[in-house]
């Protein structure tokens, strides 16, 4: 069974103060490793797709990597707006069509 | 906005009630994927619907059912409510991203359910 382990659950920075979110992933065969961000009352957001070890991302102050069992989100002297939950997903490869399975996210509060 | 459209936004009701819940995936995209969010569970996949056909099935209930018509609009049926299906409902369509064989989602704003 795919298991996705997102940490910490919740974190609190100032604005300014660099970070990162872990994604521990468990999946027989990976075909992709998603990131989405979700704002209070909406749905969520994609914002990267990550196919191989090695692999990385960037988009603004946000930077994700990938190796064989974990992905990190890096955000950089973050702002008041990252405040979000990010959430992590994995897609197994072969098979039939299915659903992504979702780590429970962490909540990222930047206080100005 | 992601072009995915949830009706009703929030939707209270008793338990043993039964609700249907809307969705307009985007214009254009084939699939619709229902996902159930609760605070102890996250994001559970429940079922995906591709072209009117059922493609796949997650975590979802035997009280549950969905469809998708001709237009390509799904509904979600929760029937014999019980208090535990108290959660946020969310649809999605998706787009594939080339030459990976997966897909990028695009999320409606989902609908509250409330089971007193």
């Known amino acids: 069974e795919d298991q996705v382990t997102q940490s910490p659950e919740a974190l609190r920075l100032q604005e300014g103060e660099s970070s990162s979110l872990n994604c521990s992933y468990t999946?027989?065969?990976?075909?992709?490793l998603f990131w989405y961000r979700q704002d209070p009352g909406k749905g969520p957001e994609f914002l990267f797709t990550?196919?191989?070890a090695g692999e990385e991302k960037e988009k603004e102050r946000l930077k994700a990597t990938l190796t064989k069992k974990e992905s990190f989100l890096h955000i950089t002297a973050p702002k008041p707006e990252d405040s979000a939950t990010y959430l992590c997903a994995v897609r197994r490869s072969g098979g039939g069509a299915d659903g992504l399975t979702f780590g429970k996210g962490t909540h990222l509060i930047i206080q100005p | 906005d992601s072009g995915v459209t949830q009706t009703p936004k929030h939707l209270i009701t008793a338990t043993g009630q039964r609700v249907t819940l809307r969705c307009s995936p985007r214009?254009?995209?084939?699939?619709v994927y229902w996902y159930q969010q609760s605070l102890d569970q996250g994001l559970q996949f429940l079922i995906q619907?591709?072209?009117?056909?059922?493609?796949a099935k997650g975590n979802i209930l035997e009280r549950f059912s969905a469809q998708q018509f001709p237009d390509l609009h799904s509904e979600l049926n929760l029937s014999s409510l019980e208090l535990g299906d108290s959660a946020l409902y969310f649809c999605?369509?998706?787009?594939?991203?080339?030459?990976?064989?997966?897909?990028?989602?695009?999320f409606g704003s989902g609908t509250q359910l409330s089971v007193l």
């Open positions: 990550l196919y191989s």
């Open positions: 619907y591709y072209n009117g056909e059922e493609r």
């Open positions: 214009s254009g995209d084939l699939s």
């Open positions: 999605a369509s998706s787009v594939p991203l080339t030459g990976t064989g997966a897909e990028k989602l695009f």
């Open positions: 999946v027989s065969g990976l075909r992709g």
